[in-house]
């Protein structure tokens, strides 16, 4: 029998702010933070899940496509500064995922940004929405923090329960 490994659904890897992403006040310009998550979560799949979107692409044609963002900046971030990246697939249906990634600092844990992303998957050849196989709806059941379908709330919500969270220290 085939033991079936328990993959996290919580991923979090560590980065450094560079000082080209930066504003020249020092913080981290507000449109490299998409930047940032995008690429986190990319390794993080690939690395937690063995799924290389890349590879995903060339072998199915068919890829993600960013639809829409929703981001809320809670604390500024400066150059140099480390960093933790917390991703999770929060919902998905049969042709759309929703992610969630907060961006930590790394010493307290405060959540200093947070994006709702929400990604169509895509025909490339079609150029049109297409569904995802079996096996990818496999992936997302046993990795989505809040499973098939919509949010149960609204981003504002999130972001409000988000700012009054304690750090830790």
């Known amino acids: 029998m085939k033991s079936e490994t328990i993959l996290p659904k919580y991923l979090e890897s560590d980065v450094l702010i560079r000082f080209e992403d ?9 449109g490299r ?25 060339k072998q199915t ?41 907060q961006m930590l600092d790394k010493e307290t844990g405060a959540v200093q940004a947070v994006i709702w992303s929400r990604f169509a998957y895509i025909s490339i050849k079609k150029g049109q929405k297409t569904e995802h196989s079996p096996e990818l709806m496999q992936l997302f059941q046993s990795v989505a923090t809040q499973g098939e379908g919509r949010p149960a709330i609204y981003f504002e ?12 220290a």
């Open 61 to 101: 044609g068919n890829a993600w496509v960013v639809a829409s963002n929703q981001i809320a900046y809670l604390r500024e971030v400066k150059f140099m500064e480390w960093v933790k990246i917390k991703t999770c697939l929060m919902h998905f249906d049969s042709a759309n995922l929703v992610t969630e990634c």
């Open 33 to 57: 933070y998409i930047d940032y998550f995008l690429n986190a979560r990319e390794d993080q799949v690939r690395e937690n899940y063995r799924l290389d979107i890349y590879g995903h692409i």
């Open 157 to 168: 919500e999130r972001v409000k329960e988000l700012r009054t969270a304690p750090a830790i």
């Open 22 to 30: 930066c504003d020249p006040f020092g913080h981290l310009n507000n």
